[in-house]
């Protein structure tokens, strides 16, 4: 039997690999319209160089993810994931919103949302047992929730709002949007119904303008507060000026961990180190694959002269450049960031296709305070070992081309 348990195990986990190649697959499929045929590998890296491959969808996900769960129980005789889902429900102004998202991508967010595991019964199981009045209770946690808040101790505040939340026992979710005081500006809120009937309302964090497309949070700390707002009408997400990425520099390992997860980020990049002002500065450029987006960055930095390693802090307000940012494939405008000032101008496309990094050609302008730093910073373009970089110079912006 156990024998019989382990080559089920193997067959399920070469189906669940196979299907997560899909998505190569398809791109064969897809370029020749009929059935797969065989290339040499020359050909079929033109291939994906001209037309990239398919975005790995949501379902996809959801499939890999529900027969690993089946072969985890199987092999274990325990499902570490609940059975049942979160009963979510969704307003049409959301859907259509999340509608568009898929169309344009293949991410489906409210069948995220709708897939989401219940963890209910361990909460369940204790009111039961104990005869716990949900109601009273939840109020003890928010009253300790409002004592932490007053004290300034955040973590202790959000800690007693979750546990009086998670007892309460919830039974379904409604995400929905509503008007703002501005025009055309909705804000989308979460109600959550408990199991004793009483209701609770959240702000998320999401507003969205109907007119611009703009999806973000009116403090500037980005969607949901990740540092990130999102443009539906571009498909692009890009960072905020004040992120909260600001507060932890740049270094070396940052780029390590990304490409240690090459099925998450796959990009390429360069550096280019001079001295200006009494500060060892860098400019950094990026382009490639973020998730499941095409995009590309520029970040400045600098730090004291003698620093030791590759640690540097973001350029501060008194620092920030006029930059713009483009990504193209072949002709293909993805992103396209018009001139701002920042210290870290980026833009991540969401599509339905992926592309190659070095297929993609980003071009970028920064404007210099002065000439000193100008020629700096051409200085470090020309001597950078790689000589992929181009560039012209009007005045004190330089137009540089990767």
């Not at 998670?166 to 379904?172: G, I, R």
């Not at 409604?174 to 809120?189: F, G, H, K, M």
């Not at 703009?214 to 905020?240: H, P, Q, R, S």
């Not at 600001?246 to 796959?266: E, K, Q």
Request: hydrophobic share 40%; glycine share 6%.
């Amino acid at each position: 039997m156990k024998l019989t348990k382990k080559i089920v195990s193997l067959i399920m986990a070469i189906v669940i690999g196979l299907t997560a190649c899909l998505p190569v697959f398809a791109a064969t499929t897809e370029i020749q319209g009929t059935r797969p045929q065989l290339y040499s590998i020359s050909e079929y890296k033109k291939m994906l160089w001209d037309n990239g491959y398919p975005v790995f969808t949501t379902q996809q996900f959801l499939q890999i993810s529900r027969a690993l769960t089946m072969v985890i129980r199987f092999v274990t005789g325990r499902c570490l994931v609940p059975p049942e889902y979160c009963d979510v429900v969704v307003d049409e102004f959301v859907t259509a919103a999340c509608d568009h998202i898929l169309e344009n991508s293949g991410l489906d967010i409210v069948s995220l949302f709708k897939s989401i595991p219940s963890m209910n019964e361990p909460a369940e199981l204790i009111v039961e047992t104990f005869e716990v009045d949900t109601t009273a209770f939840r109020e003890q946690m928010y009253d300790k929730r409002d004592e932490y808040h007053q004290q300034g101790n955040s973590t202790m505040e959000k800690l007693c709002h979750f546990i009086g939340v998670y007892m309460s026992v919830v039974e379904t979710y409604t995400i929905y949007a509503v008007p703002t005081d501005t025009e055309n500006l909705y804000q989308v809120r979460m109600e959550i119904t408990f199991k004793d009937g009483t209701k609770e309302d959240f702000n998320p964090g999401v507003y969205i303008n109907s007119e611009t497309g703009w999806c973000g949070k009116t403090d500037g700390k980005g969607l949901m507060g990740i540092g990130f707002d999102f443009n539906l009408t571009e498909m692009m997400v890009y960072a905020t000026l004040d992120c909260w990425m600001r507060d932890f520099g740049f270094c070396v390992m940052y780029d390590i961990a990304a490409n240690s997860m090459p099925l998450l980020w796959h990009y390429v990049t360069r550096r280019f180190k001079f001295d200006y002002n009494g500060l060892e500065w860098m400019i950094q450029i990026w382009k490639g694959n973020y998730l499941i987006t095409n995009g590309g960055e520029v970040g400045v930095y600098n730090r004291a002269p003698g620093s030791f390693g590759t640690f540097y802090e973001c350029a501060t307000d008194d620092q920030l450049l006029e930059m713009s940012l483009q990504i193209y494939h072949g002709e293909d405008l993805l992103v396209n960031q018009e001139p701002q000032m920042h210290w870290w101008v980026n833009g991540f496309q969401m599509s339905d296709r992926m592309y190659i990094p070095d297929s993609l050609t980003m071009k970028f302008t920064i404007v210099m305070p002065d000439e000193e730093m100008l020629n700096a910073f051409c200085k470090a373009i020309d001597e950078n070992y790689r000589h992929d970089v181009t560039y012209t110079v009007e005045g004190l912006k330089v137009s540089a081309v990767w």
